[in-house]
T-cell receptor
Framework: NAGVTQTPKFQVLKTGQSMTLQCAQD?????MYWYRQDPGMGLRLIYY???????DKGEVPNGYNVSRLNKREFSLRLESAAPSQTSVYFC?????????????FGPGTRLLVL | DAKTTQPNSMESNEEEPVHLPCNHS???????IHWYRQLPSQGPEYVIH???SNVNNRMASLAIAEDRKSSTLILHRATLRDAAVYYC????????????FGTGTRLTIIP
């Protein structure tokens, strides 16, 4: 099992450009998440999806859109990138809705917006 | 949402036990206590979790206070590979997927 995979690993954008961060998991998990982590900070939840076809806002959703393409894939889109979106983005997945379940994280996408 | 409070940083000597504290005074009765750690340039990884009773696994032990308002992650014999940021988070049992990570505790291991 590959677990949670993310592409690309690193990306440089100019202000105003758009891009999509891809995330896929092969653990048959229903719930998937997108977090961002700014330098020296903890993770903040951007969006999550409790099941295929559903998405909901987290703590910092402004400037982002998401798409739960199918059970395996959950993408994060930046329509018009801003320097404030420079961060490391982590995708995670888990069995849904039960506090005893573990989250599994991907390796992260490092995004630099100039 | 219930929050957690952790020290910003701690140091420990290699091969000695480490006790990482976490306060969660507003924890609800159905919140699980989870610990994750993040090694440099990696995504967080699961360490341990518990509800009321103390828990042990191959990585660590989790001691939960009787009133559940605090917990302690115990690394029995720290190695250099345990140097990481450790996050204590509360995960609601049902209905709320909005998980909150604090800034965690940066653990430095001294050789």
């Amino acid at each position: 099992n590959a677990g949670v995979t993310q592409t690309p690993k690193f990306q440089v954008l100019k202000t105003g450009q758009s891009m999509t961060l891809q995330c896929a998991q092969d653990m048959n998990h229903n719930s998937m998440y997108w977090y961002r982590q700014d330098p020296g900070m903890g993770l903040r939840l951007i969006y999550y999806s409790a099941s295929e076809g559903t998405t909901d806002k987290g703590e910092v959703p402004n400037g982002y859109n998401v798409s739960r393409l199918n059970k395996r894939e959950f993408s994060l889109r930046l329509e018009s990138a801003a320097p404030s979106q420079t961060s490391v983005y982590f995708c995670a997945s888990r069995v849904p809705g039960h506090g005893r379940e573990t989250q599994y994280f991907g390796p992260g996408t490092r995004l630099l917006v100039l | 949402d219930a929050k957690t409070t952790q020290p910003n940083s701690m140091e420990s000597n290699e091969e000695e036990p480490v006790h990482l504290p976490c306060n969660h005074s507003t924890i609800s009765g159905t919140d699980y206590i989870h610990w994750y750690r993040q090694l440099p340039s990696q995504g967080p990884e699961y360490v341990i979790h518990g509800l009321t009773s103390n828990v042990n696994n191959r990585m660590a032990s989790l001691a939960i206070a009787e009133d559940r308002k605090s917990s302690t992650l115990i690394l029995h014999r720290a190695t250099l590979r345990d140097a990481a940021v450790y996050y204590c988070i509360l995960e609601p049992n049902f209905g709320n997927e909005k998980l909150t990570f604090g800034t965690g505790t940066r653990l430095t291991i001294i050789p």
